[in-house]
């Protein structure tokens, strides 16, 4: 490969560290902290970011902080609208197989964002705008998500936002959080009993192998759960993250 083109290469996966390392701080950084994590000489990090403004994708703050600009915002809901199509026969077939809304939703900065929504066929039934971003403490698939991350960055992403509470049901502390964590890690899938909405229960699953921590749901009114609900849903649930992996990594 010719050195320009090697060089070219270089430049455009430091380009994509750097607003990762936006991303995993929470939106915005300090030029220091970015030199800090990258492992990048301070020009470099400097002219980089020079760049990413003047073309829309980071913007500097009164502050001086680096944050993320708006022309990622439209390129992150072409993404999750392509992905949440791909996905659909998938969150179809498991409404079909058990007759309840499903819902695919990935992680955005400190919040979980809904992409895809397939519903039940019940006259009362559960519904999530999708676009809808909440709060990752409070839903099932937000929990799923949080389960694939360390306790360190659940701590990083709860010291920036909290655990404010959406029911009298919600999780609301830290350590209240990571012990749920830890019960979703060893059991493979997360429960959200009535803290995103009181009277709903949403069994969750974190879809393997995917570049962005994702997750998989089925909701449905308290009054449609018993025992033979969950071992039907957790089975059928784990089919389907598998099959939206697979799709996923393939397109």
Known sequence: ???GASDGVKSVARVFDLLELIADAGGDVTLSELA????LPLPTIHRLLRTLVSL???RQLANRRYALGPRLVRLGEVANRKFGQ????QLKDLVSRLGETANLATIDGDRVIYVSQAPSPHAM????????RSYLHATGVGKAILAQLSDDAVRDIIARTGTPAATERSLDSLDALLADLALTRERGYAI???EQE???RCYAMAVPGMPVPTAVSVSLPIARVDDGFVERAIPVLAEIVGEISAVANAT
Do not use: L, Q
């Open 36 to 39: 800090t994590s990258a492992d």
């Open 125 to 132: 039934r559960m519904f999530t705008e999708v676009g809808r």
């Open 198 to 200: 009181i009277g709903v």
């Open 86 to 89: 791909i996905a659909m026969p």
């Open 192 to 194: 959200d009993d009535g």
């Open 1 to 3: 490969m010719p050195a």
């Open 56 to 58: 829309g994708y980071a």
